[in-house]
């Protein structure tokens, strides 16, 4: 009898170990990586693949915070030029706070984008440098060019507001200015801001990185989670100077909208992407996966589009709704940033991998 109830409480030990090691984060981000991703490590037959004595195959990246900030800021820059643009061309009386309010985030998200770039090339001439050219087929060369071509628009397009809204005082250039609709640049405009926005994740699957490679909709998902930060900040600063609620409304609405294609987006990349995205997606050495889950997936997408759904169907106004916006907001604004960091991040540890990268090149 002692030996049966023995043998039944060693039972119930073993049972409450493993329940507790298949609840530990780790065992979760696991689960979830091979979920998402449709792939589960196999060391054993990974260690038999071929390679060059374990050495990487490709150089790492050297790409630090500098493109970090540099992604971030152009995405909240380009995101907010076109909030404001189709506000300006399809909006109604109410909406005139949210253009006028977008075209000045984006100037000032556009102004620490030049000098980071130039910082990350190590070399101001090397900038220079690449302005003697213009190469199609280069997205460097194309980014540059894009970028220099969205500072116009957006600098000019501010400087119009500032003239209507009176900022640059009463004489007869400032009338002038004034005069002019932001409609003429809105079009255009618009196009150069989605090129900036789109462009980056563009520029990251030109890479030889399997991580960044593998699948070609990262320039999709840079595009949507432009216009979801954009539409959380411009609706961030609307709510803290007490904008009409109708604006809001059509801010929550758009910023819902975007959520769920970066939410699909970024699902279908990491299912297209497969094994190279463990170092996004995992828990191993110089893996991402616990910030990307927490920062990117849970607090910077679920959570937020959970919390904007009942916002949009729950009709009262307060301050509990405000309170709430503005919650919603910064975590969509935190979860934009790890997004990027994460993937730059966890492409450095891509490129380390010999095997995987192999593996790539072959399929």
Known sequence: MDETRQNGLQRLVVQRERLREELLPEQVVERLASLVTGYTPQPLEEQNEPSYYDYPVLKEPFWGWEIILYFFC?????????????????????????????????????????????????????????????KVKSPMSMGVWGLLGFSAFSGLTALLQAAQDGLLGAWWGARWLAKISLKVLAVPGIFFALFLGGYTGVLLTATSVPLWSRSKLLGGVFISSAISTSSALIGLVLRLVGAPGKALHKLERLEWAALSLEITGLFAFLRGSGRVARPLVGTGPGERGRAFWGMVIGSGLTLPWLLQTATLLNKKDGRSKRGRGLFISLLVLVGGYFLRRTLIEAGHTSSKDARTTLWHARN
């Open 74 to 134: 152009g995405g909240l820059a380009a995101g907010c030029y076109t909030i404001a643009s189709l506000a300006a061309l399809f909006g109604s009386s109410e909406d005139r706070v949210t253009v006028r309010t977008g075209y000045y985030l984006s100037l000032l998200a556009l102004l620490p984008c030049p000098p980071l770039l130039i910082k990350d090339l190590g070399r101001p001439e090397r900038f220079l440098n690449m302005l003697r050219i213009f």
